[in-house]
């Protein structure tokens, strides 16, 4: 397959995903009164650079089984939604006191802590109704959309990246694995499982898609981790600064960046293994085989990527 | 003529309501089990099962009772709204928000927690009263039980008590006119009291007239409460209400009678009450009975 999926254009196939759903987000929040709430969520969810990797592989996976996109759309758009609400309360003072976000300054630094926890409250609930209304009951039937509203329940909930973001807190110590497959592998494994999910996959499929989804989540992060490690490695009071405040943290900051790699080559291979059994589907299989190969290598970036 | 139902059904009202209180409190207790991280989930049941007179949950219960539904049917949905209620308590007596230390006469949450665990706790508890809603819900068709998801996200979200928790945040210290006040008490208590009740009529079967007429009821009685307390807090001493009286006039907070005056406020109250009520007028009298003697109570109330 890795001939051929060197001949697909992943790039243009996720700019093109990725400029409906920024339209599609846009269109979804319109600022009304009090408009105070609609800006703090809109600055959010529609943050310049953002790469849409969840939804793009919701859509994805919808794809790959026969599903229509537009079945798929306003899923996606709840996925953006939900992680935004859980950015938005991560970077609070009371949890990781992050003062930005993307190169720009997180939603409480401009908005306020007050409307930072309400526009998470109220992105929430946003994300569900999104699903309920905009979804077309002739392509998705309701039971399928009542198991994507429990899976995205699940995947952000309290055994979820709730339960991630906890443990990165307060310990125990020593538990990367758990923080890193919660924090990054939950939503990873929440897109594609809802994309099956749309697309009526069965319980094996979404076996699959769920092994995939994780992997590819965890992996995307690691990656993250080991760029940032090498690029701030010329500056060594940066990366001294980096690695104290991600100890225990990330791979990285626990194992080094050469135990990191090798995570990385093995998460990689775990998402391609996942695939094996959707070979059949031929060419549809492509997209989330070659999402893999750009967690592991970032080939390409985008225009508008702070 | 009020007073006449009010006194008939008074007796049943109290057994019916801990009745249903108690059958709350058992699936409540059993919908949030302590589970890995056990100090999220700990932090979610001290507050979820601190008490309450879980007005929130019966009105779903009564309202699907009303239109014919097994209240039972509705019971996930009115544990969802409890925790909803819940969860916007634990987010607004934040340092940042409120700044509240105790409720209920107990530490707050994230006086006993810590504040992340208090965010956490209350975003988990969020997410999960969909989820409860959408996989303990049984014996209801699935776009019935996909329409009250939608109904309760649009109640709790920017269009519903969002909104009137920012509105009220912004007009701290303003000069507030009476259309300002009643937007904010309409989306800050009202809306999920509408949730509660539109949540169990869709539930139990009821139809879209059904469904709209209960809607205005419970906005009426939403607005009522809040009226009512607004009269209460300048009318009655610390001992009788059990809580600060005057709170309202020390901070200087835009109240009812402060627009109004008490008597027009009082008038305002019975308006709104009898508005309330005449909305069941076409309801089996009988099976209404649970609801107009919580608007009643709602109304009545000494404290």
């Known amino acids: 397959t890795s001939s051929v999926s060197a001949n697909f254009d992943l790039k243009s196939y996720w700019s093109t995903l990725r400029e409906e759903i920024n339209q599609k987000l846009d269109e979804a929040i319109p600022v009304k009164y009090p408009a105070q709430i609609y800006e703090s969520m809109r600055y959010s969810v529609l943050a310049k650079g953002a790469k849409r990797a969840p939804p793009v592989m919701c859509v994805a996976a919808c794809e790959l089984l026969g599903g229509n996109r537009l079945a798929a759309f306003p899923t996606a758009c709840a996925l953006e939604m939900v992680h935004a609400a859980s950015l938005i309360h991560d970077d609070l003072p009371c949890m990781d006191d992050d003062p930005s976000r993307r190169g720009k300054p997180s939603n409480h630094t401009v908005f306020g802590m007050d409307m930072a926890i309400l526009a998470g409250d109220a992105l929430f609930p946003l994300g569900f109704r999104h699903i309920v209304t905009h979804t077309p009951t002739n392509l998705v039937p309701e039971t399928q959309l009542l198991r994507v509203i429990n899976e995205i329940a699940r995947a952000v909930g309290s055994t979820g990246m709730a339960a991630g973001q906890f443990v990165d807190l307060e310990g125990p110590a020593n538990a990367i694995e758990f923080i890193q497959e919660k924090k990054y592998g939950e939503m990873g494994e929440c897109s594609a499982v809802c994309g099956g999910l749309l697309a009526g996959a069965n319980d094996d499929e979404l076996q699959q898609l769920r092994r995939y989804g994780r992997a590819v989540g965890i992996l995307y992060q690691v990656v993250d981790d080991v760029l940032e490690a090498k690029s701030s490695e010329t500056d060594i009071i940066d990366y001294e600064k980096q690695v104290e405040k991600k100890k225990g943290k990330s791979y990285v900051g626990v194992y080094g960046v050469e135990k990191a790699v090798k995570v990385a080559a093995d998460l990689k291979a775990e998402a391609k293994k996942a695939l094996e059994g959707f070979e059949k589907y031929g060419e549809k299989v492509l997209p989330l085989y070659s999402f893999v190969d750009y967690a592991a290598d970032r080939s390409f970036s985008f225009a508008d990527q702070v | ?303």
């Not at chain 2, 059993?30 to 979610?44: C, F, R, T, W």
């Not at chain 2, 929130?56 to 539904?69: H, K, N, Q, S, W």
């Not at chain 2, 009520?277 to 009988?286: A, G, H, I, K, M």
């Open chain 2, 1 to 303: 003529k009020i007073k006449e139902t009010q006194s008939k059904f008074e007796f049943d009202f109290k057994s019916y309501m801990l009745e249903k209180a108690n059958l709350v409190n058992q699936a409540l207790d059993l919908a949030v089990p302590l589970k890995d991280p056990i100090k999220i989930h700990e932090s979610m049941r001290y507050s979820l099962l601190a008490g309450g007179k879980r007005v929130r949950p019966v009105l779903c219960i009564a309202a699907c009772e009303l239109v014919g539904g097994d209240g039972l049917t509705a019971m996930p949905a009115a544990c969802a709204v409890e925790m909803i209620h819940t969860m916007s308590l634990m987010h607004d007596d934040l340092p940042c928000m409120d700044n509240d230390d105790f409720r209920r006469g107990k530490p707050t949450n994230h006086m006993v927690y810590g504040e992340e665990i208090a965010v956490l706790g209350g975003d988990a508890m969020l997410s999960f009263a969909f989820e409860h809603m959408a996989t303990a819900t049984k014996g209801v068709s699935s776009d019935r039980i996909l329409r009250a998801i939608g109904e309760l996200a649009k109640c709790i979200g920017s269009e519903g008590l969002v909104a009137g928790q920012v509105v009220d945040i912004c007009s701290e210290g303003a000069d507030v006119g009476l259309e300002h006040l009643e937007f904010i008490h309409l989306h800050k208590t009202a809306a999920l009291l509408e949730g509660s009740v539109v949540l169990g009529a869709i539930l139990g079967g009821g139809s879209d007239g059904e469904i709209e007429k209960l809607r205005k009821f419970a906005r009426s009685i939403g607005l009522l409460f809040q009226v009512v307390d607004d009269i209460l807090d300048v009318t009655k001493s610390s001992e009788e209400l059990g809580k600060t009286a005057g709170k309202d006039l020390v901070s200087d907070k835009t109240t009812y009678p402060k627009l109004l005056g008490i008597e027009k406020s009082r008038e305002f109250a019975e308006e709104l009450n009898k508005d309330a009520q005449e909305q069941l007028s076409e309801f089996d009298p009988r099976k209404a009975a649970p609801l107009i003697a919580l608007a009643n109570y709602i109304a009545y109330r000494q404290n």
